[in-house]
C-alpha cells in the first residue's frame, strides 16, 4: 500500500494552461505539504496544511492554490502555467507529536511537470 | 528563520570507503534535524533524525549522524560505502511549526 501518493506522476502541458495535482495519504496524518524541487534539486516548502488549515504559505504566486477537502487529500492547482513552473512537485504528510514537535516527513513520488 | 548549508555539493568516493556529508544550520528557535536521501528519480526516504536525546544517531543503510549543537552541525556519515548508496542527499531542518528547511543537497557518487 502506498503510503502518499501523487497524480499523475509525469504532466506535460502547454504555457497558460490550468492544471491540477492531486496528492492522497493513508498514514492518518494531520499535516500535509508541498514542496518544489527545481532542475537543480533545490527543494523548497511551498505549503503546508494542519487539518485542513493552511498554516504554511510561502512567497509562492497565487497563480498556486491548494486546497485540502479533508485531512487525507492536498491537491495543487496551478493556473495560468509558466515556463518557470516546470519542477518536480512531491506532496509530504506528517503528524504532529507531543509539544507541537512535528514528526518525519513522508514523500510521495513526485509529480514531474513540463510546461512548454 | 532557519538555514541549512550542506558544504559539498558533490561527493565521489569509491566503494568500501568511508563517506561524511556535511550539514550546518542556522535558527533562532529549536528546531529537529533530519536527513533524506533521494535515489534517481524518486521521492525523498528519511535516513534518520535528531529530536531529542543521545546525540548520535543511527538511521538505515548503516548511515549515522552526530548532533553538535555547539558547533551547530549535523553530519551524516557512513564507515563503508555500497555503489547502491549513489544518490542525492539532503539535510533538513523543522521547527515547532511545521516549517521545514532543506539544504541544497549533496550528489553522493559511490565508485567501484
Known amino acids: 500500500d502506498t503510503a502518499v501518493s501523487q497524480t499523475p506522476k509525469y504532466l506535460v502541458t502547454q504555457m497558460g494552461n490550468d492544471k491540477s495535482i492531486k496528492c492522497e495519504q493513508n498514514?492518518?496524518?494531520?499535516?500535509m505539504y508541498w514542496y518544489k524541487q527545481d532542475s537543480k534539486k533545490f527543494l523548497k516548502i511551498m505549503f503546508s496544511?494542519?487539518?485542513?488549515?493552511?498554516?504554511i504559505n510561502e512567497t509562492v504566486p497565487n497563480r498556486f492554490s491548494p486546497k485540502s477537502p479533508d485531512k487525507a487529500h492536498l491537491n495543487l492547482h496551478i493556473n495560468s502555467l509558466e515556463l518557470g513552473d516546470s519542477a518536480v512537485y512531491f506532496c509530504?504528510?506528517?503528524?504532529?507529536?507531543?509539544?507541537?514537535?512535528?514528526?518525519?516527513?513522508?514523500f510521495g513520488p513526485g509529480t514531474r511537470l513540463l510546461v512548454l | 528563520a532557519q538555514s541549512v548549508t550542506q558544504l559539498d555539493s558533490q561527493v565521489p568516493v569509491f566503494e568500501e570507503a568511508p563517506v561524511e556529508l556535511r550539514c550546518n544550520y542556522s535558527s533562532s528557535v529549536s528546531v529537529y534535524l533530519f536527513w533524506y536521501v533521494q535515489y534517481p528519480n524518486q521521492g525523498l526516504q528519511l535516513l534518520l533524525k535528531y529530536l531529542s536525546g543521545s546525540t548520535l544517531v543511527k538511521g538505515i543503510n548503516g548511515f549515522e549522524a552526530e548532533f553538535n549543537k555547539s558547533q551547530t552541525s549535523f553530519h551524516l556519515r557512513k564507515p563503508s560505502v555500497h555503489i547502491s548508496d549513489t544518490a542525492e542527499y539532503f539535510c533538513?531542518?523543522?521547527?515547532?511549526?511545521?516549517?521545514?528547511?532543506f539544504g541544497d543537497g549533496t550528489t553522493l557518487t559511490v565508485k567501484p
Open positions: 533538513a531542518v523543522m521547527t515547532n511549526a511545521g516549517k521545514s528547511t
Open positions: 509530504a504528510s506528517s503528524q504532529i507529536i507531543g509539544g507541537g514537535a512535528q514528526e518525519t516527513q513522508y
Open positions: 496544511y494542519n487539518n485542513k488549515e493552511l498554516i
Open positions: 498514514l492518518g496524518h494531520d499535516t
